[in-house]
């Protein structure tokens, strides 16, 4: 029973995506191109702030003296 609730909320949220982004207007393989843009500019997004923040947090914390 969970797993049947789990997967209506995963398709409700999946059509809100839909219709807040319009993509329901798009053919099926428009939508997979949007969708695989989507999905790389976030990875990469996520990848560059595990690789580069703690450098920057470094930088910061260096310049305000917390850490020498």
Same mark, same amino acid.
């Given at each position: *029973?969970? #797993?049947?609730?789990? +997967?209506?909320?995963?398709? +409700? =949220?999946?059509?809100?995506?839909?219709?807040? !982004?319009? #993509?329901? *207007?798009?053919? @099926? +393989?428009?939508? !997979? =191109? /949007?969708?695989?843009?989507?999905?790389?500019? $976030?990875? &990469?997004?996520?990848? !560059?702030?595990? %690789?580069? *923040? @703690?450098?920057? =947090? &470094? $930088?910061?914390?260096?310049? /305000?003296? %917390?850490?020498?």
């Amino acid at each position: *029973m969970a #797993l049947s609730d789990a +997967w209506k909320r995963l398709s +409700w =949220i999946y059509y809100q995506y839909l219709l807040v !982004t319009a #993509l329901y *207007m798009l053919e @099926p +393989w428009e939508r !997979t =191109i /949007f969708n695989s843009l989507v999905v790389s500019v $976030a990875g &990469m997004a996520v990848y !560059t702030g595990y %690789v580069f *923040m @703690p450098q920057h =947090i &470094m $930088a910061i914390l260096y310049y /305000f003296e %917390v850490i020498q």
